[in-house]
């Protein structure tokens, strides 16, 4: 019997800033329950899935911003949700903006077991976008790096009902580092939820472009590590600013198996194989027999883009029409 897993995204459209927690978490509950109806096991919600994506406004203070943090989970207004999760039999994992007991900000998720228990916690680690407003600050920003701290909590692996899951959060998806480090992990499945504008202040890409960099990143992240990637967008327009939908479900070998059709609330289902990674990670991807960590030395050493490294034995000449000499251990040089 191949092991299975019946996972949903579901996707989240627009939360305006004027919705309350009690609003959002009907709507979260009517997504849970759809899932539910489908027998998924598994339903991944959004990034700061109980407030409109609020990193878009400029707010100097941040004391005046706790209204968009969660100091609990669950709270009052949240518990609805997990008592239903529970009720249903179903986990599922869940992005908020976190503020601790001793003030830290931090763009958190967590995922949930199907009893209803918090199997595990990730702290956004990847903030994109800028810590103070770019061009008029009344316009959309995206000021993560204002609002949170960076992760302290690594990038883990995590068992939810027998299935090894690995998490991150939107920004995160584009880093290829993300998946290995979860893959090297034994992860199975790797969600996320992700609020993703059209672009950023200052820098506005093709639309057609964020949704193919949004999916090469998922289908690569999946095939490069052999795993199931589970993407669920907050989508659609919230206070004029509209973010793209297309979450997805990708298989290890990097094929969209089931996408959004719109940017509205949705759920996107599939019963993923978890067998099928085997193959994969048995050939081509069997890591232990083929990768060379002592060759990638510069991905730990360096943050930015450098100088090349001298390569040995090549010994760098001024361009004589003949190129490089390049000593070689088996002949003399000419
Ligand atoms: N959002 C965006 C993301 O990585 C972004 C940031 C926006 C990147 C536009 C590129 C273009 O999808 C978050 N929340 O990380």
Redesign the pocket.
Same mark, same amino acid.
């Given at each position: 019997m191949r092991r299975q897993l019946s996972v949903a995204a579901a996707q989240v459209g627009g939360i305006q800033p004027g919705e309350t927690r009690e609003e959002v978490v009907r709507r979260l509950i009517l997504l849970l329950e759809e899932a539910a109806a489908r027998s998924t096991r598994l339903v991944v919600f959004p %990034?700061l899935t109980l407030t409109t994506?609020f990193p878009r406004y400029w707010a100097q203070d941040l004391a005046s911003t706790d209204r968009w943090f969660e100091t609990e989970m669950p709270g009052p207004s949240v518990q609805p949700l997990f008592d239903r999760a529970r009720e249903l039999g179903v986990g599922f994992y869940l992005g908020y903006a976190e503020l601790t007991g001793d003030g830290h900000r931090y763009n958190t998720s967590i995922l949930v077991d199907s009893t209803g228990r918090i199997v595990g916690r990730y702290r956004k680690i990847h903030l994109? &976008?800028h810590a103070r407003p770019v061009g008029d600050e009344q316009a959309p920003q995206?000021l %993560?790096k204002h609002y949170f701290e960076v992760g302290d909590l690594g990038l883990g692996v995590f068992d939810v009902d027998g299935v090894r899951i690995g998490m991150c959060?939107? +920004?995160d998806?584009?880093w290829a580092e993300v998946y290995r480090v979860l893959a090297l992990q034994g992860a199975e499945v790797v969600v996320l939820g992700? +609020?993703?504008?059209? &672009?950023?202040p200052g820098?506005q890409?093709e639309p057609h472009h964020?949704m193919s960099a949004?999916l090469l990143s998922l289908q690569a992240g999946a095939y490069q590590n052999s795993l199931w990637v589970v993407a669920a967008a907050k989508a659609g327009v919230e206070d004029g600013a509209e973010m793209i939908g297309g979450s997805a479900l990708v298989s290890p070998a990097g094929e969209v198996v089931a996408r959004a059709t719109g940017t509205g609330d949705e759920v996107v289902q599939t019963v993923a194989d978890l067998d099928l990674a085997a193959a994969y990670r048995a050939e081509i991807f069997d890591f232990e027999a083929h990768r060379r960590p002592d060759q990638y030395r510069l991905i730990t050493e360096r943050t930015g883009r450098g100088a090349p490294v001298p390569v040995p034995g090549q010994v760098p000449e001024p361009l004589t029409g003949h190129g490089p000499r390049i000593a070689t251990t088996t002949q003399e040089t000419r």
């Open positions: %990034e994506f994109p &976008g995206h %993560e959060l939107c +920004n998806r584009r992700y +609020n993703s504008p059209l &672009g950023l820098w890409p964020m949004h």
